[in-house]
């Protein structure tokens, strides 16, 4: 007996929409974009209320979407992209190279400004 063409073809359009939202989350995430229902329904074209009956899906998007509360400012940057607490503290414990201390040491100082004239931007190079 030959399955039901209707029962396929709902399989079908359940899959492609799966495959819609998998999609769209993770390219918010690589992109750094919050990760809402909201805008994952937006990003693949599907309804906001599917996504809450996808229990797989919805979990993923309450944890990007804790990671990058809990985070703070690290909400931007993908979670694949994070920096973890050991390579943190390493950076933190370096110490400067020696060649970047020495071209610091070597950079002039910027000359006094004039009087009635404008300082230059913070972060512009007045000697250039």
Not at 14 to 41: C, I, S, W, Y
Not at 99 to 125: I, K, M, N, S
């Amino acid at each position: 007996m030959r399955p039901d063409p209707l029962s396929e073809a709902a399989a079908r359009r359940h899959e492609l929409t799966r495959a819609k939202a998998v999609q769209a989350l993770r390219e918010l995430d690589r992109a750094g974009a919050p990760v809402t229902f909201a805008g994952v329904a937006q990003a693949a074209g599907i309804s906001r209320s599917w996504l809450y009956t996808q229990p797989d899906i919805s979990g993923q998007i309450r944890r990007l979407r804790e990671s990058t509360d809990t985070a703070g400012s690290a909400g931007t940057i993908p979670a694949g992209q994070r920096a973890t607490g050991a390579s943190l503290r390493s950076r933190l414990t370096r110490r400067p190279r020696p060649q970047q201390a020495a071209r610091r040491r070597q950079r002039p100082a910027p000359p006094p400004a004039r009087p009635g004239t404008r300082r230059p931007a913070v972060g512009t190079d007045p000697i250039r």
